[in-house]
């Protein structure tokens, strides 16, 4: 779970690079962690079907890798600010998938006596 929180997490640390680089407001390059928070919520119900579907294992990790190619993917950004915003939309539809449902779910699963504790 911890590593879908990662991305929304470390965007001050791209702050001072980007602002240097392309020009942008600190505004503009910080709008992607609240576009993650409000992506993952918007996706919430089809995150909710598709574990119904297909489990929670394979959900999971396809939204870990997901996230963690995604993430990588930050790097390709150009100097137009809706190339940054398009690679972070998909981050956040990857945390989505990737996030606190899947795992919640899983352990609600496979424990029946001391559920609370696992989660």
């Known amino acids: 779970m911890f590593v879908t929180t990662i991305p929304p997490a470390v965007v001050s640390v791209f702050i001072e690079p980007l602002e240097r680089d392309f020009g942008w407001s600190r505004a503009s390059i910080t709008s992607a962690a609240a576009m993650t928070m409000v992506v993952a919520a918007f996706f919430s119900p089809l995150v909710s079907s598709a574990l119904h579907r ?6 999971g990790f396809i939204g870990m890798a997901l996230t963690a190619l995604l993430f990588a993917a930050v790097a390709l950004t ?3 600010l809706w190339v940054y915003l398009s690679i972070w939309f998909l981050i956040s539809c990857a945390v989505a998938f990737g996030g606190g449902q899947p795992w919640t779910t899983a352990v609600s699963r496979s ?9």
């Open 54 to 59: 297909y489990g929670a294992r394979w959900i």
């Open 111 to 119: 424990f029946t006596h001391g559920r609370g504790l696992a989660l």
């Open 78 to 80: 150009t100097e137009h």
